[in-house]
Protein backbone atom coordinates (compact mmCIF):
# COMPACT_ATOMS: atom_id res chain seq x y z
CA UNK A 1 0.00 0.00 0.00
CA UNK A 2 3.00 2.41 0.53
CA UNK A 3 4.34 1.99 -2.76
CA UNK A 4 0.76 2.83 -3.94
CA UNK A 5 0.18 5.84 -2.25
CA UNK A 6 4.12 6.91 -2.64
CA UNK A 7 3.70 6.47 -6.77
CA UNK A 8 0.13 8.45 -6.86
CA UNK A 9 1.77 11.53 -4.75
CA UNK A 10 4.76 11.29 -7.12
CA UNK A 11 3.61 10.95 -10.50
CA UNK A 12 -0.49 11.98 -10.37
CA UNK A 13 -1.83 8.64 -11.88
CA UNK A 14 -1.48 5.14 -10.29
CA UNK A 15 0.95 2.27 -11.34
CA UNK A 16 0.58 -0.42 -13.70
CA UNK A 17 0.54 -3.65 -12.79
CA UNK A 18 4.26 -4.43 -13.89
CA UNK A 19 5.32 -1.35 -12.64
CA UNK A 20 3.69 -3.00 -9.30
CA UNK A 21 5.57 -5.83 -10.00
CA UNK A 22 8.73 -4.51 -10.70
CA UNK A 23 8.95 -2.08 -7.59
CA UNK A 24 7.78 -4.67 -5.06
CA UNK A 25 10.12 -7.95 -6.57
CA UNK A 26 7.43 -10.28 -7.79
CA UNK A 27 8.05 -12.36 -11.04
CA UNK A 28 5.21 -11.41 -12.45
CA UNK A 29 2.65 -9.06 -13.12
CA UNK A 30 0.06 -12.01 -11.44
CA UNK A 31 1.49 -11.88 -8.56
CA UNK A 32 0.84 -8.06 -8.27
CA UNK A 33 -2.53 -8.65 -9.60
CA UNK A 34 -3.01 -11.12 -6.71
CA UNK A 35 -1.87 -8.48 -3.82
CA UNK A 36 -4.52 -5.36 -5.89
CA UNK A 37 -7.41 -7.65 -4.93
CA UNK A 38 -6.43 -8.27 -1.67
CA UNK A 39 -6.28 -4.77 -1.04
CA UNK A 40 -9.61 -4.16 -3.04
CA UNK A 41 -11.33 -6.98 -0.70
CA UNK A 42 -9.77 -5.10 2.64
CA UNK A 43 -11.90 -2.08 1.28
CA UNK A 44 -8.36 0.27 1.24
CA UNK A 45 -7.71 0.06 -2.93
CA UNK A 46 -10.71 0.46 -5.35
CA UNK A 47 -10.47 -0.77 -8.89
CA UNK A 48 -12.20 0.44 -12.28
CA UNK A 49 -12.01 -0.95 -15.54
CA UNK A 50 -9.97 1.91 -17.66
CA UNK A 51 -6.05 1.18 -18.00
CA UNK A 52 -4.64 2.40 -14.36
CA UNK A 53 -7.88 1.82 -12.72
CA UNK A 54 -6.58 1.64 -9.54
CA UNK A 55 -7.71 4.39 -6.72
CA UNK A 56 -7.62 5.26 -3.14
CA UNK A 57 -11.47 4.80 -1.19
CA UNK A 58 -12.62 8.80 -1.31
CA UNK A 59 -11.55 9.23 2.14
CA UNK A 60 -7.98 8.10 1.06
CA UNK A 61 -7.66 10.19 -1.68
CA UNK A 62 -8.82 13.42 0.08
CA UNK A 63 -5.45 12.84 2.67
CA UNK A 64 -3.60 12.40 -0.34
CA UNK A 65 -4.29 15.38 -2.34
CA UNK A 66 -3.53 17.07 1.03
CA UNK A 67 -0.11 15.81 1.73
CA UNK A 68 1.10 15.97 -1.91
CA UNK A 69 0.02 20.09 -1.90
CA UNK A 70 1.98 20.74 1.74
CA UNK A 71 5.54 21.31 2.37
CA UNK A 72 7.03 21.50 6.01
CA UNK A 73 8.90 24.48 7.29
CA UNK A 74 11.79 23.26 8.63
CA UNK A 75 13.42 25.57 10.86
CA UNK A 76 16.27 27.90 9.07
CA UNK A 77 19.44 28.01 6.88
CA UNK A 78 22.07 30.37 7.17
CA UNK A 79 23.22 32.35 3.84
CA UNK A 80 26.22 34.01 5.51
CA UNK A 81 27.92 31.98 8.77
CA UNK A 82 26.59 28.66 9.75
CA UNK A 83 23.67 28.99 12.20
CA UNK A 84 22.33 26.39 14.27
CA UNK A 85 19.66 23.87 12.56
CA UNK A 86 16.33 23.78 14.06
CA UNK A 87 15.16 20.58 13.10
CA UNK A 88 11.07 20.56 14.34
CA UNK A 89 8.43 21.47 11.77
CA UNK A 90 7.18 25.03 12.03
CA UNK A 91 4.12 24.65 9.87
CA UNK A 92 2.97 22.88 7.02
CA UNK A 93 2.72 25.36 3.50
CA UNK A 94 0.23 24.40 0.80
CA UNK A 95 2.56 24.56 -2.12
CA UNK A 96 2.53 21.83 -4.13
CA UNK A 97 6.00 20.02 -4.28
CA UNK A 98 5.93 19.10 -7.97
CA UNK A 99 6.33 22.82 -8.62
CA UNK A 100 10.14 22.14 -8.21
CA UNK A 101 12.43 19.64 -10.45
CA UNK A 102 13.53 17.96 -8.78
CA UNK A 103 10.30 17.78 -6.55
CA UNK A 104 10.98 19.57 -3.29
CA UNK A 105 10.91 17.61 0.35
CA UNK A 106 10.92 20.56 2.61
CA UNK A 107 11.38 24.26 2.83
CA UNK A 108 13.91 26.37 4.95
CA UNK A 109 13.86 29.84 6.17
CA UNK A 110 16.75 32.18 4.69
CA UNK A 111 18.91 33.98 7.47
CA UNK A 112 21.22 36.46 5.91
CA UNK A 113 22.64 37.58 2.56
CA UNK A 114 25.73 35.41 1.70
CA UNK A 115 23.53 33.84 -1.81
CA UNK A 116 22.06 37.33 -3.34
CA UNK A 117 23.95 37.29 -6.26
CA UNK A 118 22.28 33.89 -6.83
CA UNK A 119 18.96 35.18 -5.70
CA UNK A 120 18.60 33.62 -2.45
CA UNK A 121 17.46 36.79 0.00
CA UNK A 122 16.94 37.22 3.71
CA UNK A 123 13.59 35.72 4.59
CA UNK A 124 13.12 33.67 1.16
CA UNK A 125 11.80 29.93 2.05
CA UNK A 126 13.94 27.93 0.00
CA UNK A 127 13.03 24.23 -1.79
CA UNK A 128 15.13 21.64 -1.00
CA UNK A 129 15.07 18.44 -2.54
CA UNK A 130 16.64 16.11 -0.28
CA UNK A 131 19.82 14.09 -1.19
CA UNK A 132 23.07 13.20 -0.08
CA UNK A 133 24.45 13.67 -2.85
CA UNK A 134 25.58 16.81 -5.38
CA UNK A 135 27.78 17.87 -7.89
CA UNK A 136 30.50 20.41 -7.97
CA UNK A 137 28.38 23.82 -8.85
CA UNK A 138 25.55 23.11 -7.39
CA UNK A 139 23.89 25.22 -4.18
CA UNK A 140 23.47 22.61 -1.42
CA UNK A 141 21.96 23.06 2.05
CA UNK A 142 25.13 20.96 3.95
CA UNK A 143 25.29 20.19 7.46
CA UNK A 144 28.53 21.40 9.20
CA UNK A 145 29.21 19.47 12.97
CA UNK A 146 25.94 21.02 14.28
CA UNK A 147 25.14 23.56 11.94
CA UNK A 148 23.45 24.26 8.25
CA UNK A 149 23.84 26.35 5.40
CA UNK A 150 23.20 27.16 2.20
CA UNK A 151 26.08 27.68 -0.35
CA UNK A 152 27.40 26.15 -3.64
CA UNK A 153 29.56 23.12 -3.43
CA UNK A 154 32.90 22.72 -4.68
CA UNK A 155 35.05 20.11 -4.58
CA UNK A 156 38.75 20.42 -4.46
CA UNK A 157 41.84 17.34 -3.91
CA UNK A 158 41.66 17.06 -0.03
CA UNK A 159 38.66 19.33 1.02
CA UNK A 160 35.56 20.60 -0.28
CA UNK A 161 34.73 24.55 -0.24
CA UNK A 162 30.96 25.95 0.42
CA UNK A 163 31.18 29.40 -1.93
CA UNK A 164 29.03 31.99 -1.04
CA UNK A 165 26.86 34.32 -3.73
CA UNK A 166 28.13 37.85 -2.23
CA UNK A 167 31.91 39.66 -2.52
CA UNK A 168 31.28 40.40 1.27
CA UNK A 169 31.51 36.75 2.99
CA UNK A 170 34.20 33.98 2.62
CA UNK A 171 33.92 30.66 1.66
CA UNK A 172 33.87 27.70 3.87
CA UNK A 173 36.34 25.33 4.07
CA UNK A 174 36.04 21.99 4.95
CA UNK A 175 38.39 19.73 5.84
CA UNK A 176 36.32 16.38 6.16
CA UNK A 177 39.33 14.65 8.50
CA UNK A 178 38.14 17.31 11.16
CA UNK A 179 34.18 18.04 10.73
CA UNK A 180 31.27 16.55 10.95
CA UNK A 181 29.94 17.14 7.16
CA UNK A 182 27.05 15.98 4.99
CA UNK A 183 24.69 17.21 2.33
CA UNK A 184 21.60 17.51 3.67
CA UNK A 185 19.73 18.58 0.27
CA UNK A 186 19.85 20.26 -2.76
CA UNK A 187 18.25 23.54 -3.71
CA UNK A 188 15.24 23.62 -6.23
CA UNK A 189 13.52 27.01 -5.90
CA UNK A 190 12.64 29.57 -3.63
CA UNK A 191 9.42 31.10 -2.20
CA UNK A 192 9.37 35.11 -1.70
CA UNK A 193 7.04 36.68 0.40
CA UNK A 194 6.25 40.22 -0.54
Do not use: W
Not at 28 to 35: L, N
Amino acid sequence: MAFLQEYLQAQGLPPTLREIADALGFSSHSSAQACVESLVRKGVLERSPQHRGLRLPAGNAALLRGAANDLPLIGRVAAGSPILAEENIESQLEVDPALFRPRADYLLRVVGMSMRDAGILDGDLLAVHKTATANDGQIVVARLDDEVTVKRLKHERDRLLLLPENPDFSPIEVDPRRHAFAIEGRYVGIIRRT
